[in-house]
């Protein structure tokens, strides 16, 4: 399907957060509603921190619009981490 292909290929495109970078996250991928909820659960079931950040229209390319439907239809990117040491 054309639309699956380019939410794939916008998720690819998609620069990860630089200061959530820098803060030690690791950007996954892009999930709808019920497939992020369930990265989350699986993420933290695996002892990582998981966030699920949605999708803002100004961090998707302006010529996409399959890609601002994306955005309303709540996709997230899902970051993880591992606890730093003094979480435990």
Do not use: M
């Not at 933290?44 to 994306?70: K, R």
């Amino acid at each position: 399907h054309r639309h699956d292909e380019s939410l794939r290929v916008a998720g690819e495109a998609l620069a990860a957060d630089p200061s959530r970078l820098a803060d030690g996250w690791e950007r996954r991928f892009l999930a709808d509603g019920p497939r992020a909820a369930e990265a989350v659960a699986l993420y933290e079931a695996l002892g990582y921190e998981v966030e699920a950040v949605a999708l803002a229209g100004s961090d998707l390319p302006a010529d996409c619009t399959d890609c601002q439907l994306a955005t309303l239809l709540a996709f997230k990117t899902i970051y993880t981490r591992k606890p730093k040491e003094n979480d435990r």
